[in-house]
């Protein structure tokens, strides 16, 4: 969607803790409380795939506004967003399994790993 191309670019990451010490969502103070309760481990877990969906995301906002100004923009980008859009799928279903299953659901699937998109 290139009209939401500014957006994208303009997007920066934060940690799960700023974020929610930034949220205006109700039991955003609840959650960072928590977040500091959970096991070390499984913290390490959960914020080495951020860190992994952080690298994706990163990566395609630096190849869209690479291509920006090309003649084929916005066709050039269809194929890169489609693949990173399914790494990020794919992470998200690793954070939803830690979330959910705890650390010995996170590493059933294919891989305890995530995907890079092609072309990154």
Same mark, same amino acid.
């Given at each position: 969607m290139p009209e939401m191309t500014? %957006? !994208?670019l !303009?997007?920066?990451p934060r940690g799960y803790r700023e974020y929610f010490q930034q949220? $205006?969502?109700p039991g955003a103070s609840e959650a960072v409380r928590?977040? %500091?309760g959970v096991d070390p481990a499984l913290r390490k877990r959960f914020e080495s795939i951020l860190k992994r969906?952080? %690298?994706i995301a990163q990566a395609a906002q630096r190849r869209v506004a690479a %291509?920006? !100004?090309g003649p084929n923009f916005p066709g050039s980008i269809v194929? $890169?967003?489609e693949s990173t859009a399914a790494a990020m799928r794919e992470g998200l279903?690793?954070?939803a399994r830690l979330i959910n299953e705890g650390p010995v659901g996170a590493a059933r699937g294919k891989s305890a790993t995530i995907s890079s998109p092609s072309g990154s």
């Open positions: 500014d %957006e !994208a !303009a997007w920066r949220s $205006p969502l928590r977040y %500091e969906l952080i %690298e %291509e920006l !100004a194929e $890169p967003c279903q690793h954070v």
